[in-house]
T-cell receptor, first 112, second 113 residues
Framework: QKEVEQDPGPLSVPEGAIVSLNCTYS??????FMWYRQYSRKGPELLMY????GNKEDGRFTAQVDKSSKYISLFIRDSQPSDSATYLC????????????FGTGTRLQVFP | DAGVTQSPTHLIKTRGQHVTLRCSPI?????VSWYQQVLGQGPQFIFQ???????GRGNFPDRFSARQFPNYSSELNVNALLLGDSALYLC????????????FGQGTRLTVV
């Protein structure tokens, strides 16, 4: 069993839709949670960085962490064609390591 | 401000050869990590260096090695290349050990033929 599970998609939605992307994890030691966006053949771009359970909002993006269920989500409101990319969740165990454990990524396509 | 820069952007090597990939972190960042991303998968952790010392190593063979220089830039070396080493190699930098976000460069796409 992988430490981090993420539905690979692809997920295809119309412009303006609300998108929900999810990851589950098995290791309760994970404390820090990130979402990255990766365009084709580019490096991952950090979207959201959260610690502990709860919600964090930044513009059209909301990250949600539920540690009791070992489940994290990223919501994208008013999705745009420019949001079409692969979305990677990533997690880190503690403060004294930079090692990130990534999901496989979910491909998102937003069509006009 | 410049982000994380990696060189070269693309590289084609023959099986058995050696390759060196380079990374310059964001100014002020002292921690550099290397990841391998195979097509269709998430990045896999290879190494982390902080203040020129190795602080973490992933499940990769000894053919992979790295180092960090006094200016915090870093090199990843891969010996005896295999076809399976073909991937996007990513460098990430952060201010310090696990206390802040990690920012990635654009990667080096290595093709082994």
């Amino acid at each position: 069993q992988k430490e981090v599970e993420q539905d690979p998609g692809p997920l295809s939605v119309p412009e303006g839709a609300i998108v929900s992307l999810n990851c589950t994890y098995s290791n309760s030691a994970f404390q820090y949670f990130m979402w990255y966006r990766q365009y084709s053949r580019k490096g991952p771009e950090l979207l959201m960085y959260t610690y502990s359970s709860g919600n964090k909002e930044d513009g059209r993006f909301t990250a949600q962490v539920d540690k009791s269920s070992k489940y994290i989500s990223l919501f994208i409101r008013d999705s745009q064609p420019s949001d079409s990319a692969t979305y990677l969740c990533a997690m880190r165990r503690s403060y004294n390591t930079d090692k990130l454990i990534f999901g496989t990524g979910t491909r998102l396509q937003v069509f006009p | 401000d410049a982000g994380v820069t990696q060189s070269p952007t693309h590289l084609i090597k023959t099986r058995g050869q050696h390759v060196t990939l380079r990374c310059s972190p964001i100014s002020g960042h002292k921690s550099v990590s290397w990841y391998q991303q195979v097509l269709g998968q998430g990045p896999q952790f290879i190494f982390q260096y902080y203040e020129k010392e190795e602080r973490g190593r992933g499940n990769f063979p000894d053919r992979f090695s790295a180092r960090q220089f006094p200016n915090y830039s870093s090199e990843l070396n891969v010996n005896a290349l295999l076809l399976g080493d073909s991937a996007l190699y990513l460098c990430a930098s952060s201010l310090g050990q696990g206390i802040t976000e990690a920012f990635f460069g654009q990667g080096t796409r290595l093709t082994v033929v």
